[in-house]
């Protein structure tokens, strides 16, 4: 979904996902007109030196207002959170490309994610202990507001409520929350754990955890926490197969899995040519050159695209992918596949000139050979 720039922040960017502007009614709602300001309320009356009534908080345009104003804060509560993971990571040479505010809270995309444990835990730990420090200043705030300006009490109020609530909600171990990357900190903390075990352990335990919001969900008739519980669910499983999958290619290079020399296609060769080539060489994905120039690749499925009775007279340039991805030599081959992204194959390039080739089907060969010859680490069964 489509991010819009807000501001920046430490030279970060801070950007609102399209999914927060549709949830941001929805939240709207839920504060102003669910039976949660009378909750509120009485929780706040609890450290306010103000006397809070809700039933006139409850009248009216005032519970819109309310919720507007407290949906607000509560992002705002969120950027202050993240920027408290970015702050963190600052702390150990480590950049934050973005922070994006969406649906489901926050994002802070670090540019690397540290493997020592005492690093991923400060880092993980910063945004929560943020919120404490924010839910505080609330509070202290609290006590200087006015008692004759309810409205104003009791958002200060439920922000420094909803700001403790955060950081104890975010302790739960459970990817891609911070308490599921602080227990994978402490589990990798013995020298004879490995990264990739100590993250399958913390992703099956945060598994349990998005069953039991599912449940706790569906029994309570609460879509909320059954999509949170989703959301955690999928996390939590794309976290620990993306760690297999690191742990697969770790050591490996662009250069280890390329095919070398490149193997190319003119620009104006027609399909026809192309598909000869194809045939005689077994292969299905080639780089489309032009003068020497690497222009784009094509692909068998793109031949497929076109009308048998075309082949003659449409070249190679009309069907194939212009945008085209380029790594160096050096470039680890995780990263390869990160960058990748949906595009069959990656361009190995050194000084300007292209040396070969990655395609999915390389990397897949790799893999499949560590993972049959016994890689180190998430291979092994995991204990519990």
Not at 68 to 93: I, K, N, P, W
Not at 155 to 176: D, Q
Request: charged fraction near 15%.
């Amino acid at each position: 979904m489509r991010n819009f720039h807000l501001t920046t922040i430490w030279g970060i960017p801070i950007r609102i996902n399209v999914s927060l502007l549709v949830f941001l009614p929805v939240l709207v709602w839920l504060i102003a007109a669910s039976g949660q300001i009378g909750i509120y309320a009485s929780i706040i009356d609890g450290f306010s030196p103000a006397t809070l009534d809700p039933a006139p908080l409850e009248e009216g345009a005032t519970p819109w207002l309310i919720g507007v104003t407290g949906a607000v804060g509560l992002f705002v509560s969120v950027a202050a959170h993240e920027l408290g993971h970015a702050y963190a990571a600052r702390r150990y040479d480590i950049g934050t490309e973005s922070i994006t505010l969406w649906i489901f809270g926050g994002l802070a995309a670090l540019e690397s994610i540290p493997r020592e444990w005492n690093r991923e835990f400060w880092i993980a730990v910063a945004g929560p202990i943020t919120s404490v420090l924010v839910g505080v200043g609330f509070a202290g705030l609290l006590q200087v507001v006015p008692g004759g300006l309810p409205i104003v009490v009791f958002v200060v109020g439920w922000l420094a409520v909803i700001n403790v609530i955060l950081a104890i909600f975010n302790m739960v171990p459970a990817f891609p929350m911070d308490g599921g990357r602080v227990l994978r900190a402490l589990l990798s903390r013995p020298r004879n754990r490995s990264y990739a075990r100590a993250t399958q352990i913390a992703a099956r335990i945060g598994t349990i955890f998005a069953l039991l919001f599912a449940v706790v969900g569906i029994l309570g008739w609460n879509p909320v926490l059954v999509l949170v519980a989703l959301f955690i669910y999928g996390a939590a499983t794309t976290e620990s197969r993306t760690v297999v999958l690191d742990e697969l290619l770790a050591d490996v290079t662009a250069t280890d899995v390329m095919d070398a020399p490149v193997r190319s296609i003119p620009a104006d060769a027609t399909v026809d040519e192309f598909a000869s080539t194809m045939f005689q060489e077994r292969r299905s994905e080639y780089v489309v050159v032009d003068d020497g120039d690497v222009v784009g690749f094509v692909t068998l499925s793109d031949v497929g695209r076109v009308d048998r009775a075309a082949f003659g007279t449409t070249t190679v340039r009309e069907i194939a992918t212009a945008d085209v991805t380029t790594v160096e030599p050096d470039t680890p081959a995780f990263d390869v596949l990160v960058s990748m992204g949906r595009a069959p194959l990656v361009v190995v390039v050194e000084e300007d000139e292209p040396i070969g080739t990655v395609s999915r089907r390389d990397l897949g060969d790799v893999m499949q050979l560590r993972r049959e010859l016994g890689a180190p680490g998430p291979f092994e069964r995991v204990p519990m």
